[in-house]
Structures are given as structure tokens and as C-alpha cells.
């Protein structure tokens, strides 16, 4: 090679890795997830989900499901629910990354300061390394079995005018809620109510978090992801125990529930700010 040649080739070398390395000093671009709300006048309007990669529709009012027959009704619902919930998992998510990016930094932000002390206070973690255990999802056959027996598989209430799949409680006046039709001790009883159901999800998750009776919840969590092994530590959950996580075992194996542990939101919506 000519001396010439050799230059332009170095020349060249040397403005590509320079190029690389602005790129590479540049700010990521911030993504969201690109949600849409779908608000069912009919039980059609609802797609059936057909492939891992899940476009995020959050239903609304979803009712019908009782007409249908059973499997096609099961179906539904899952396509139903499954979008919420992997919006879901996905928020928490972008929470774990930003806990994790603070875990890393030198110095922070007022910016910083205040979504730590907000997360801290949410999920009562002690420290950063216990939120980052707190802010961990469970796998998504699981969540699904929940939300089949808390709403009656799209039947109760609850789930058809308050899009609550877990029958949460409320107890303050301060929340958007609806009166629940039994007493707990001659006492009314709310139920919170929420805009979609990812923000039910968001909230059960919550709730298992921060809630001292699934400490050991959490703590298998961090050995495991098999639904069938964390079972065992949602007893609490129902006054039934054992009775009630056999029947969330039998629910993810009859309507192999497990096969939506791999599926996740397609990524084509996650789009820049």
C-alpha cells in the first residue's frame, strides 16, 4: 500500500471512532410505551392475543364474557387482561432501571433525591438494595391466575365497573373507589376503583411488596421465577390458604397459563419522548 493510501485509511479510522465516540457521549433518548385505551362497547373489540409479542391495549369496561362460551370466554379475558399486565410490568420495570442507575451515581440530583425518597416511602424498603428487591414483578402466569379467581374470570363487579382484578379494599375516602355489596362486620366495605387495569396491577404489586405478609414472598423471588415454587407464599392472600393457591396451581395448569411467562410488550410502541 502507497504511503498516500495509508493515510486516508488512518485518516478514515480515526474520524470513524471519533464519530463513535460523540455518539456515544450523547444523552439517551428517553422511551415511553405508546398505550392505547379501548374503551368495549362490544365483547369483538377485543383481539385475541396470538403472539409473544403483545401490542399494549388497555380494555375498559369490559363485560360479556358471561354470554360466551367457556373456553372462548377464557380466552377473552386473558387477552383482556394480558396487555394490562404487561404495561404493567413494564412500569415497574422503568422504576427498577432508574433504582439501579441512582445505585450507580456518584452524586444525585434533587430530581434523584426525590424519586428515591417517593419509591423508599412507597414500597417501606429500608434501603436501596431493599427497594430494588420490593420493585421485582412476579411471572405473568401467576398475575393471571390471580386475577381469574379475584375477578370471577371478568365476571365480578368489581372487574366490570371498577377494572379492579384483585378486589382491592379501599380505606380512604380519598381514592376513587365503589361501595362492595357485602359487610365485614355490619361495616361497609369499598373496593378501589382505577382508570385501566394496569393500574390495578401496579397497585397488587405494591401491595405485595410492601406488605409484611409476603415477606417471604419476596424473599423466594429472589431465588426463583417458577409460578408453581412462589405459589406457596401467596396463602395470605385468602382467607382459604392452601385451598386458594391450589387452586391458582390448577388454574396455570389447566389453561397452560405458564406459555405467557415469555410474552412481553412489542417493542414497536416503545417510542422516544
Known amino acids: 500500500m502507497k ?13 470513524s471512532v471519533f464519530l463513535v465516540a ?21 365483547i369483538d373489540q377485543i383481539v ?3 403472539d409473544a409479542l403483545v401490542k399494549p391495549l388497555l380494555y375498559t369496561n369490559v363485560s360479556g364474557l358471561e354470554k ?4 372462548k370466554a377464557k380466552a377473552k379475558f386473558i387477552s383482556a387482561v394480558l396487555p394490562a399486565i404487561l404495561v404493567a410490568k413494564h412500569e415497574m420495570e422503568q422504576r427498577r432501571i432508574r433504582i439501579i442507575e441512582l445505585r450507580e451515581k456518584e452524586e444525585w440530583s434533587d430530581v434523584d433525591s426525590i424519586f428515591y425518597a ?12 431493599d427497594l ?14 390471580q386475577a381469574a379467581v379475584e375477578s370471577g374470570w371478568g365476571k365480578s ?14 380505606f380512604s375516602s380519598r381514592e376513587s373507589r365503589m361501595v362492595a355489596k357485602l359487610t365485614r362486620k355490619n361495616k361497609r366495605i369499598y373496593v ?29 423471588r429472589k431465588q426463583t421465577e417458577d409460578p408453581l415454587a412462589l405459589l406457596p407464599h401467596l396463602k395470605n392472600y385468602s382467607e382459604r390458604r392452601a385451598a386458594y393457591t391450589n387452586q391458582l396451581k390448577k388454574i396455570i395448569l389447566r389453561n397452560n397459563l405458564k406459555q405467557f411467562d415469555r410474552y412481553t410488550i412489542d417493542p414497536q410502541y416503545l417510542v422516544e419522548d
Open 3 to 15: 504511503p498516500l493510501h495509508i493515510y486516508r485509511t488512518l485518516l478514515v479510522i480515526c474520524i
Open 22 to 42: 460523540i455518539t456515544g457521549c450523547e444523552e439517551k433518548k428517553a422511551l415511553h410505551l405508546q398505550t392505547q385505551v379501548v374503551k368495549v362497547e362490544s
Open 48 to 50: 385475541l392475543v396470538a
Open 68 to 71: 360466551l362460551p367457556v373456553r
Open 118 to 129: 417517593d419509591m423508599r416511602n412507597r414500597y417501606r424498603a429500608k434501603d436501596i438494595e
Open 132 to 145: 430494588l428487591i420490593r420493585t421485582t414483578t412476579l411471572p405473568t402466569s401467576l398475575v393471571l391466575a
Open 157 to 170: 363487579r368489581f372487574f366490570l365497573q371498577a377494572n379492579n382484578l384483585f378486589g382491592v379494599w379501599s
Open 192 to 220: 378501589r376503583a382505577y382508570p385501566d387495569m394496569s393500574k390495578s396491577v401496579i397497585d397488587y404489586f405494591e401491595i405485595l411488596a410492601r406488605s409484611r405478609s409476603y415477606r417471604s414472598l419476596r424473599e423466594a
